[in-house]
Protein backbone atom coordinates (compact mmCIF):
# COMPACT_ATOMS: atom_id res chain seq x y z
CA UNK A 1 0.00 0.00 0.00
CA UNK A 2 2.97 2.69 0.77
CA UNK A 3 4.54 1.65 -2.74
CA UNK A 4 1.27 2.68 -4.23
CA UNK A 5 0.92 5.84 -2.42
CA UNK A 6 4.29 7.10 -3.24
CA UNK A 7 4.01 6.12 -6.74
CA UNK A 8 0.73 8.53 -6.47
CA UNK A 9 2.76 10.94 -5.26
CA UNK A 10 5.42 10.84 -7.81
CA UNK A 11 2.71 10.89 -10.17
CA UNK A 12 1.22 14.09 -8.61
CA UNK A 13 4.48 16.01 -8.18
CA UNK A 14 5.06 14.87 -12.27
CA UNK A 15 2.21 16.77 -13.09
CA UNK A 16 2.40 19.32 -10.82
CA UNK A 17 5.81 20.73 -11.91
CA UNK A 18 4.68 20.29 -15.94
CA UNK A 19 2.06 22.50 -15.43
CA UNK A 20 3.44 25.21 -13.33
CA UNK A 21 6.17 25.36 -15.72
CA UNK A 22 3.07 25.70 -18.47
CA UNK A 23 1.87 28.33 -16.66
CA UNK A 24 5.45 30.46 -16.31
CA UNK A 25 6.16 29.61 -20.11
CA UNK A 26 2.65 30.91 -20.87
CA UNK A 27 3.33 34.00 -18.64
CA UNK A 28 6.46 34.95 -20.24
CA UNK A 29 5.23 34.40 -23.48
CA UNK A 30 1.98 36.16 -23.95
CA UNK A 31 3.56 39.03 -21.46
CA UNK A 32 5.07 39.97 -24.79
CA UNK A 33 2.43 39.39 -26.51
CA UNK A 34 0.14 41.76 -24.35
CA UNK A 35 2.83 44.49 -25.46
CA UNK A 36 1.64 43.99 -28.86
CA UNK A 37 -1.89 45.02 -28.59
CA UNK A 38 -3.49 46.58 -31.89
CA UNK A 39 -2.79 50.53 -31.35
CA UNK A 40 -6.23 51.18 -30.78
CA UNK A 41 -6.15 49.76 -27.23
CA UNK A 42 -2.69 51.37 -26.04
CA UNK A 43 -0.61 54.24 -27.03
CA UNK A 44 2.18 54.07 -29.67
CA UNK A 45 5.02 52.61 -28.48
CA UNK A 46 8.85 52.37 -29.46
CA UNK A 47 10.03 49.08 -31.87
CA UNK A 48 10.72 46.44 -29.45
CA UNK A 49 13.55 43.75 -30.09
CA UNK A 50 12.47 40.33 -31.12
CA UNK A 51 11.80 38.25 -27.65
CA UNK A 52 11.95 34.45 -28.26
CA UNK A 53 10.44 32.47 -25.43
CA UNK A 54 12.76 30.58 -23.70
CA UNK A 55 12.21 26.23 -23.98
CA UNK A 56 11.34 24.26 -21.40
CA UNK A 57 11.64 20.41 -21.14
CA UNK A 58 9.44 20.01 -18.20
CA UNK A 59 6.30 19.14 -19.76
CA UNK A 60 7.92 16.07 -22.18
CA UNK A 61 9.96 15.25 -19.02
CA UNK A 62 6.37 15.21 -16.96
CA UNK A 63 4.66 13.29 -19.69
CA UNK A 64 7.62 10.69 -20.15
CA UNK A 65 7.65 9.86 -16.60
CA UNK A 66 3.90 9.50 -16.18
CA UNK A 67 4.44 6.78 -19.16
CA UNK A 68 7.39 5.20 -17.36
CA UNK A 69 5.43 4.84 -14.14
CA UNK A 70 2.50 3.39 -16.25
CA UNK A 71 4.34 0.87 -17.77
CA UNK A 72 6.65 0.11 -14.94
CA UNK A 73 6.41 -3.64 -14.19
CA UNK A 74 4.86 -4.88 -10.66
CA UNK A 75 3.36 -1.31 -10.91
CA UNK A 76 -0.17 -0.93 -9.08
CA UNK A 77 -0.79 1.60 -12.19
CA UNK A 78 0.09 -0.72 -14.72
CA UNK A 79 -1.64 0.35 -18.09
CA UNK A 80 0.26 -0.47 -21.18
CA UNK A 81 -2.01 2.27 -23.78
CA UNK A 82 -1.52 4.95 -21.30
CA UNK A 83 2.31 4.38 -20.88
CA UNK A 84 2.42 4.45 -24.60
CA UNK A 85 0.24 7.44 -24.81
CA UNK A 86 2.06 9.48 -22.53
CA UNK A 87 5.44 8.17 -23.73
CA UNK A 88 4.54 9.13 -26.90
CA UNK A 89 3.11 12.38 -26.16
CA UNK A 90 5.92 13.49 -23.98
CA UNK A 91 8.48 12.15 -27.35
CA UNK A 92 6.46 14.85 -29.32
CA UNK A 93 6.99 17.78 -27.27
CA UNK A 94 10.81 17.38 -26.76
CA UNK A 95 11.20 16.63 -30.41
CA UNK A 96 9.06 20.24 -31.05
CA UNK A 97 10.46 21.75 -27.96
CA UNK A 98 13.68 21.11 -29.17
CA UNK A 99 13.75 22.49 -32.46
CA UNK A 100 10.80 25.11 -32.60
CA UNK A 101 10.62 28.68 -30.24
CA UNK A 102 7.90 31.15 -30.67
CA UNK A 103 9.23 34.78 -30.60
CA UNK A 104 7.42 38.86 -30.83
CA UNK A 105 8.34 41.39 -31.86
CA UNK A 106 6.68 44.59 -32.03
CA UNK A 107 4.20 44.01 -34.72
CA UNK A 108 4.31 39.99 -34.98
CA UNK A 109 4.29 36.61 -33.55
CA UNK A 110 6.21 34.34 -35.39
CA UNK A 111 7.11 30.70 -35.05
CA UNK A 112 11.03 29.88 -35.73
CA UNK A 113 13.09 27.20 -35.52
CA UNK A 114 15.58 26.71 -32.64
CA UNK A 115 18.72 28.07 -34.64
CA UNK A 116 16.70 31.24 -35.18
CA UNK A 117 15.91 30.94 -38.80
CA UNK A 118 12.03 31.18 -39.84
CA UNK A 119 10.74 28.12 -41.87
CA UNK A 120 10.43 28.44 -45.17
CA UNK A 121 6.53 28.23 -45.21
CA UNK A 122 3.60 26.80 -43.93
CA UNK A 123 2.68 23.42 -44.50
CA UNK A 124 -1.30 23.80 -44.12
CA UNK A 125 -1.73 27.56 -45.80
CA UNK A 126 1.50 28.26 -47.12
CA UNK A 127 3.60 32.10 -46.57
CA UNK A 128 5.76 32.65 -43.36
CA UNK A 129 4.52 31.71 -40.07
CA UNK A 130 4.30 34.82 -38.74
CA UNK A 131 1.05 36.81 -38.13
CA UNK A 132 0.85 40.76 -37.64
CA UNK A 133 -0.99 41.13 -34.11
CA UNK A 134 -3.41 43.80 -35.61
CA UNK A 135 -4.98 40.43 -37.57
CA UNK A 136 -5.31 38.86 -34.21
CA UNK A 137 -8.89 39.08 -34.06
CA UNK A 138 -10.05 36.65 -30.74
CA UNK A 139 -7.68 34.54 -28.54
CA UNK A 140 -8.25 33.46 -25.11
CA UNK A 141 -6.37 30.58 -22.39
CA UNK A 142 -7.51 27.20 -22.31
CA UNK A 143 -8.88 25.99 -20.20
CA UNK A 144 -8.58 29.84 -18.25
CA UNK A 145 -5.91 32.89 -17.74
CA UNK A 146 -5.19 31.32 -14.19
CA UNK A 147 -4.40 27.83 -15.36
CA UNK A 148 -3.12 28.10 -19.07
CA UNK A 149 -2.63 24.77 -20.77
CA UNK A 150 -2.85 25.95 -24.68
CA UNK A 151 -3.40 29.38 -26.21
CA UNK A 152 -5.92 29.55 -28.86
CA UNK A 153 -5.80 32.40 -31.51
CA UNK A 154 -8.02 33.49 -34.70
CA UNK A 155 -6.29 35.66 -36.76
CA UNK A 156 -7.81 37.68 -40.25
CA UNK A 157 -4.59 37.16 -41.90
CA UNK A 158 -4.64 34.19 -43.87
CA UNK A 159 -6.65 34.15 -47.04
CA UNK A 160 -10.15 32.20 -46.18
CA UNK A 161 -10.29 29.59 -48.71
CA UNK A 162 -6.56 28.48 -47.13
CA UNK A 163 -8.39 28.78 -43.02
CA UNK A 164 -8.42 25.75 -41.36
CA UNK A 165 -11.82 25.64 -38.99
CA UNK A 166 -11.71 25.24 -35.27
CA UNK A 167 -13.88 22.59 -34.09
CA UNK A 168 -16.50 23.99 -31.91
CA UNK A 169 -16.14 22.38 -28.21
CA UNK A 170 -16.51 25.01 -25.88
Given at each position: ????????????????????????????????????????????????????????????????????????????????????????????????????????????????FANGAGPEEN????????????????????????????????????????????????
Amino acid sequence: MQRKSIIRAFVMLALVLSLADLMRSADSAFAGAARLAPASYKTKVAALPVEIVEPSYNLAAGSIAVGAIFGVKGSPLKNGLVAVVFGLFGLFVNFQTANLRFAFDSDAFELRFANGAGPEENVVTGGKNRWVCKSFVNWDFLPSKSFPILVYFKETQTPVDLRQEAPEFL
